[in-house]
């Protein structure tokens, strides 16, 4: 017979709490982008008594409103999709838990709600310094707290190749973020390299397999 502890939380139940979550802050990341009216505050609608000069966007009008905003938007998603799936990865192997796993889970949950903010304000303040370096240290408080969870879900002596990918993200996006404080108009192209988490782990997983 197998002895639970009477305090263990079994990990599988925020499942159902955890895909509410990430469903809605995903689709929430579509909220700040532009209306049809935000047009008439470009460059070049209105001549100098505000009557408007054009009726229709042009293709840099469309360049110009949407491009940083959707570029973020499918960088923010895509990060979000990979934490999901690393969390349920991480249920999955941690069928049971202690106070202190709900709890950190909790908070992992919580960082996930605020992520369409920081997306929101990155993808229209995204040249701003102080900006960029809220994105990114939003960005490292998810990582850092799902390779903690990791961690404790794999202290049982064994290897564990999962672990490693895990602690990746959290090694980019903390670097990342000083060159934020620098260079907040390249630091987007760096945060991609959170994306090699994906390639290590098919290459330890095969390795292991």
Known sequence: MTDIHPDHFEMRRLESLSNTIFGVAM????????????????PGWTDPAGELTKSLPDWTDLYHLYAGRLSGLI????????????????????????RIDVILNLFFLLSIILLPVTNGLNGSY???????VLYGLHLTVIAG?????????????????????????????LPCTAIAVFA???????????????????RFGGQRA
């Open 145 to 173: 707290l799902n390779a903690w969870l990791w961690w404790l879900a794999t202290r049982d002596g064994r290897p564990h190749p999962e672990l490693l990918p895990a602690v990746f993200p959290f090694l980019v996006f």
């Open 184 to 202: 907040p108009q390249y630091v987007q192209y760096f945060w991609f390299l959170a994306f090699g988490a994906l390639l290590m782990r098919r």
């Open 75 to 98: 960088l923010s998603f895509i990060i979000a999709g990979l934490f999901w799936f690393s969390h349920h990865r991480r249920l999955a192997r941690h069928p049971h838990g202690r």
């Open 27 to 42: 689709t929430l990341l579509a909220y700040d982008l532009p209306k049809a009216g935000d047009f008439k505050n470009l």
């Open 126 to 132: 995204r040249l701003s310094g102080p900006v960029a």
